[in-house]
């Protein structure tokens, strides 16, 4: 109407929202109240993120704290005050003004609506192009509801706080973030919707797997094997670390540029990472009419790459200086956080690490523990001003929190409708906890010490630390460190020693050749043994080619457990086939890893691709990829012992003494297994036998029809070219020996007399009596007698005319 | 009488209850003395009329707490015995476990590891069969000991093997003895120069150092992870009383015949003994690709 700027919001917002950004600057700066000063506090430790390390969590939470009591304050103003506030950021309602706020008149600059100062509906807009009454710039807003209202009036404390930390703010790339994020609230509010970020920067989550899945995918993969408790710690050593990095204040690119290490694209990458970073996930925990997402839930290994050198770095020291305060039972956290780092960045720098491949799940039951625990125990420490950082973040509604319940829900359910016919969880976690406990105090143990599993010690070792093991393997593009180098060397020597056979040149060329890898086993950094193998990813399979353990660290479990790596590694790249040629030294031991001479690979997979040995037999294994092999013999004993205790458990509930069976005395020659008493009661139910796929329709239940049908069958038997053998029983006068080898004699004769006497009750009957004349037969003749031919044509025979009746299995 | 599963449990539980109150036992007479050598310390401080009485007292608490200890120690044997005689009974019954050969070398490493230690009083040499004093001419191994045994195996080869003692036959001064790789199952009986008797007792190099074989000595020993021993030069002395030896093994391999040091504890380190065929380089079963 007037004349004011020709630059309208709805047609060009960012030059409007820049007028409007002065708007906005001068309202603050006539607040010179205790709520600006509070929002200014919490904009500078804003302002710092990127300049300056998160030094002051205490700042950072005390303030979320004001910008919360801020908030509390101005919700609670009445009606009139509120909807003044609301006027200065919605435009003029009055036709054809473009007035975009109502800014309070030149007298009345020094007050404060959010204080005491209220002022009338009348009281004229101070812009000069608008000049109308309040009135009119809040015309649209008295039928909105009080919590719609009051979500504008927090959007408004946001957009004021976002103003302010921009003129804080000294990185330019933050500033523009945050300029951006200023004027996204500002058409929010004016166009009363919902602030939605949207644009070139994507939505979350931005990686798969986020960093919180891998990193529990790290536990798992790591520490499995520990005891309930250390597994315990760990995962919450991996929750710290997590709360950690949600909290962490990252660096601005402009202060990351002089890292010379980092290529053009990583700095890029590491830009729009920052962004993503400050728009989803920092801005959102001050400004929280902006939806937060968990850092650790919608990035991934990209940006953990990038950022994590520095901030293990800081957690590092935070935990040292932060030792003290954390209660004592946690302190196992803060001694565990080194190596856990250690084992993250190990597991970040690997390119084909599996916790960072998206289809890497650990097993259900893994899962659900840690879920089970997780409901039970306390929130994890955090290392960040411990309680307040924990309960603030459970107070934001994340993206991640629905994610988790609906997951957790599916599993739940899956597991119900798994188990319908099972046994109750509390009955197996009982028997789970009896067993636990009875291994503390076996008595067996007392007398000798266990017969543990194969791979049990070495399972120990591994988790002390005193053994590792690593896949080294040359390189002729990248450079190879020289511990690989030592390692592979030391290979060579335990493979030349171990395998006197093997030509040294050759070995060698193949321990050094860059297409082969090596599984090393490494004691006090020295390697005592390993699996040179190379791995046909196109054909799908691994070829072993050297396997040897020093020898004087055999016969230690060092060798199942080598392949049992192996095997994982192998399923973890997709592989699902070892194949290998065995000398006959080793044919035992690769039997005892579940590889078998009988090969279910096509020849055309392998052939041409594996070194053919002459004198070695070709062994294969066939991998199952939901099977951990490392844990394989561990979850089968743990498997069985439970069982064992099921079955106690249930023997102690339905024990009782019966009065005996007195119906046999009576003179029953026999009576229905169900009722013998007790059996039912303790949930003995008739076996339904399944009816067999194979066995034909036809046959018939009627013995009358069966006899008919061995008749004609025998008939046909007996008048084949081939039958003459066997048409009468074979007497000790033609062949004397022949009833010291034959026990069971049979012939078609005796079948003939049988069948008349109504003997043949059943097909098997029929069956069994005829295989026994083949089966004695070539029990007794060599194959290369006439005898053994008869048998064999003869039962060919046998069989055709057995399925013309419908009578053979298939 | 023989000695159940249960019966032996429950013998070695009373044993472990006894040694728990020796060691309480032993933790107050530890107090005790440190009181008597402060005051002790004192006494000779302020020349005092009374030292004679105070310190002969003081000998007598310290001889108390020394047989407390020895008492213990007793009690551990004792367990070891029992253990022992269970797994011969079992045996002689039939029923053996049939234990893997992972478990048997572990076994066969433990039962090194928790050999006694000989603990001589104030002068005493250590005795025959302690470390790497030799028994005496006479001696006869006792019933479930192990020796090492000079036997034929399938391939008719002699080998020094580690084996027990299942009786020694008087009259013809023979020992039959039972190879300890079960799956072997052989039965050796052997004359009396073809078994040697292991060390019944480990020594203490800081105290009896010279039960120990020096360095440079050509012995017999148990190459690790196998039941064989074999020609080796000692390389190193264990410095304290749980430390093993370390020896070269002759091995042909190696360039200069013999092989790295391995380790190899006191027990089964014992005097070289030249048989007809010198023994051969080390060999057992290797499993490789």
Known sequence: MSGGPAITLKS?????????????????????????????????????????????????????????????????????????????????????????????????????????????????????????????????????????????????????????????????????????????????????????????LGD??????????????????????????????????????????????????????????????????????????????????????????ETSLVFGRTLLRTVFQNMSQQLKKKCISERDRFPEDKRSIITQMPKFLEALRAELLKDDSPIWDSTYRPPNSFVMQQRKRHQEVAPPATISAAGAAATSSS????????????????????????????????????????????????????????????????????????????????????????????????????????????????????????????????????????????????????????????????????????????????IQRGIKHLLTFADCDAIGYFKKQGFSKDIKLARPVYAGYIKEYDSATLMHCELHPSIVNTQFIAVIRNQSEILKELIAQRHNEVQKVRTGLTCFKEGLPSIPVESIPGLREIGWKPQMRPVRASRPLEESTDPEKLATQFASVLQSVRQHTTAWPFLRPVTAAEVPDYYDHIKYPMDLKTMGERLKKGYYQTRRLFMADMARIFSNCRFYNSPDTEYYRCANSLERYFQTKMRELGLWDK | MPLTAESAAQQIQDRLKDIQQHI??????????????????????????????????????????????????????????????????????????????????KMVQLSAQTLPLFVGKPGERAPALCGAIPAESSYVAKVGDNVAALAKGIDEEENWILAEVVQFLHRQNKYDVIDIDEEQKDRHV????????????????????????????????????????????????????????????????????????????????????????????????????
């Open chain 1, 12 to 200: 060009q917002p960012i030059d409007g929202n820049n007028s409007n950004s002065g708007n906005a600057a001068a309202q603050q700066q006539q607040s010179g109240n205790n709520a600006a000063a509070a929002a200014s506090s919490s904009s500078s430790s804003q302002a710092s993120s990127g300049t300056v390390p998160p030094a002051q969590e205490g700042t950072r939470q005390s303030s979320l704290q004001r910008i919360q009591q801020r908030k509390q304050k101005v919700f609670n103003l009445p009606e009139a005050q509120k909807l003044a506030k609301l006027s200065m950021y919605s435009a003029c309602q009055f036709e054809g003004c473009r007035c975009t706020g109502w800014k309070t008149p030149q007298e009345n600059r020094h007050r404060d609506v959010e204080s005491s100062y209220c002022p009338e509906p009348s009281e004229e807009c101070r812009n000069a192009s608008c000049r109308h009454p309040l009135r009119s710039h809040i015309s649209h807003l008295t039928e909105i509801s009080r919590t719609s209202m009051d979500d504008l009036l927090g959007a408004i404390i946001d957009m004021e706080n976002l103003f302010m930390s921009m003129q804080r703010v000294e990185d330019e790339d933050t500033k523009k973030v945050y300029l951006y994020l200023f004027r996204l609230l500002r058409q929010c509010v004016l166009t009363r919707q919902q602030a939605v970020i949207r644009g070139p």
């Open chain 2, 24 to 105: 309480h036992k032993v933790d107050n007479e530890r107090r005790r003395a440190e009181n008597s050598i402060a005051s002790l310390v004192r006494a000779q401080q302020n020349p005092n009329p009374k030292l004679k009485t105070l310190l002969q007292s003081k000998i007598l608490e310290a001889t108390q707490e020394e047989a407390t200890i020895r008492a213990a120690l007793a009690k551990i044997h004792e367990i070891r015995n029992i253990r022992n005689e269970r797994r011969i009974q079992a045996r002689n019954a039939g029923n053996k476990e049939a234990i893997r050969r992972g478990a048997l070398m």
């Open chain 1, 395 to 570: 107070k934001r509604s994340t993206v991640g929190e629905p994610a988790h319940k609906r997951v957790k829900k599916e599993v739940a359910e899956r597991v119900v409708s798994e188990n319908l016919d099972d046994l109750p969880t509390d009955v197996v976690m009982r028997a789970m906890k009896s067993v636990s406990e009875s291994k503390t105090t076996n008595k067996s143990e007392i007398l000798f010490p266990v017969n543990v599993s194969r791979d049990e010690n070495v399972k120990a070792e591994e988790q002390k630390r005193a053994i590792e093991f690593h896949v080294v393997g040359n390189s002729l593009t990248k450079s190879v460190d020289k511990q690989t180098i030592l390692w592979l060397l030391g290979l060579q020597l335990v493979f030349a020693y171990q395998l006197p056979e093997m030509p040294r040149e050759y070995i060698s060329q193949l321990v050094f050749d860059t297409k082969h890898k090596t599984l090393a086993l490494i004691k006090e950094n020295q390697p005592i043994g390993g699996i040179c193998f190379r791995p046909f990813p196109t054909q799908g399979f691994t070829e072993i080619v050297f396997c040897a353990v020093t020898m004087a660290e055999q016969v230690k479990g060092y060798g199942t457990h080598l392949m049992n790596h192996l095997k994982d590694y192998s």
């Open chain 1, 204 to 293: 979350p989550p931005f990686e798969s797997p986020c960093i919180t899945k891998a990193v529990l995918s790290l536990v798992f993969y790591k520490y499995n094997h520990l005891n309930p408790t250390e597994l315990q710690t760990m995962t919450e050593v991996a929750k710290t670390f997590l709360n950690f990095l949600n909290h962490y204040n990252f660096e601005s690119p402009s202060a990351r540029r002089g890292d010379a290490t980092l290529t053009h694209d990583d700095a890029s990458t590491y830009k729009i990472n920052y962004t993503r970073w400050l728009v989803f996930c920092h801005v959102p925990a001050f400004c929280n009419s902006l939806r937060q997402f």
């Open chain 2, 190 to 289: 052997l004359s009396k120069r073809k078994v040697i008797p292991l060390p019944l007792m480990r020594a203490n190099p800081e105290t009896d150092g010279h039960a120990l074989f020096p360095k440079d000595t050509v012995v017999m020993a148990l190459y690790p992870q196998t039941t064989c021993f074999y020609k080796a030069i000692v390389h190193r002395l264990p410095q304290t009383a749980t430390e093993e030896y370390e020896v070269l093994f002759e091995d042909s391999s190696y360039l200069n015949g013999y092989a790295e040091p391995l380790p190899v504890a006191q027990r089964y380190v014992i005097a070289y003994r030249t048989t007809k065929k010198s023994a051969g380089s080390g060999s057992g079963n290797l499993s490789s690709a």
